[in-house]
């Protein structure tokens, strides 16, 4: 679960997608990959720099009625504040934008985003740095942010390419 939870960990995976973005898109991929900037912008500053100071409600680890109930790996607590998930707030925004812009090309898409960002969620409960409702939250607001930045994908997409074929 340390490792699920490990930004690092998570780039042979952004790797493959790329590559894979590449191969099937060739130079219809770059938008496709570019857009996840603002996708990552928009889902980590909202959920960590916004909504976590305004809330201020402290993860499970720093609740003191809690701490002896928690196993801790590698000492890790987290920061003060956990709601929300800036991580399931990330992934469920990456696996529903890359499974939105790649249908119905790649229809498998989804059953591969999906389990990945439930897995990275179910490590920050497993590590007891979120509650379940700072997961399901964050989740739903990445879905969401993931949706948008899937249509204003599309809007630019549908620009490019009219401006193209003129």
């Given amino acids: 679960m340390?490792?699920?939870?490990?930004?690092?960990?998570?780039?042979?995976?952004?790797?493959?997608l790329t590559i894979l973005?590449?191969?099937v898109y060739k130079k219809d991929s770059l938008w496709k990959i570019l857009m996840t900037l603002p996708l990552v912008l928009a889902t980590d500053q909202l959920s960590s720099s916004i909504i976590r100071p305004l809330c201020m409600r402290p993860r499970p680890s720093h609740n003191p009625a809690l701490h002896s109930l928690l196993h801790y790996v590698n000492n890790y607590q987290?920061?003060?504040?956990?709601?929300?998930?800036?991580?399931?707030?990330?992934?469920?925004?990456?696996?529903?934008?890359?499974?939105?812009?790649?249908?119905p090309r790649l229809k498998w898409m989804p059953f591969v985003m999906?389990?990945?960002?439930?897995?990275?969620?179910?490590?920050?409960?497993?590590?007891?740095v979120h509650y379940f409702t700072d997961v399901l939250v964050a989740a739903i607001l990445g879905m969401l942010i993931g949706w948008g930045i899937a249509r204003l994908y599309f809007a630019v997409d549908k620009k490019i390419k009219l401006r193209a074929a003129l």
């Fill in 21 to 23: 973005l590449v191969v």
């Fill in 114 to 128: 999906y389990p990945w960002a439930m897995f990275v969620c179910y490590s920050r409960l497993y590590l007891g």
């Fill in 78 to 103: 987290g920061g003060d504040y956990g709601f929300i998930s800036s991580h399931a707030c990330n992934t469920f925004g990456l696996a529903t934008y890359i499974s939105i812009i790649t249908y």
């Fill in 2 to 16: 340390w490792f699920a939870s490990q930004t690092g960990s998570w780039i042979p995976f952004y790797v493959l």
